[in-house]
């Protein structure tokens, strides 16, 4: 089982790594850093929002769960 801190804690990290790809990408399309990094920062709070979502809701779904424990 995993916890709702754990799942915070990895979207922000999996966030993080996201936002820094994306501001190179808004930079260079928009030529503005500052833009590039708003872009930046108001996707990576909907991403960390929706990836929280998702893990619990997989968390839910029973389907391929093995019922063995893990060693």
Same mark, same amino acid.
């Given at each position: 089982m995993e916890t709702n801190l754990r799942s915070i804690v990895k979207g922000a990290i999996y966030r993080g790594l996201s936002f820094i790809l994306s501001t190179a990408v808004a930079w260079a399309v928009t030529?503005?850093?500052?833009? &590039?990094?708003? !872009?930046? $920062? /108001?996707?990576?709070?909907? &991403?960390?929002? !929706?990836? $929280? /979502?998702?893990?619990?809701a997989w968390l839910k779904v029973k389907w391929g769960m093995s019922k063995e424990t893990p060693n």
């Open positions: 030529g503005q850093l500052q833009e &590039g990094l708003m !872009i930046s $920062f /108001i996707y990576g709070i909907g &991403g960390i929002i !929706i990836f $929280f /979502i998702h893990e619990r």
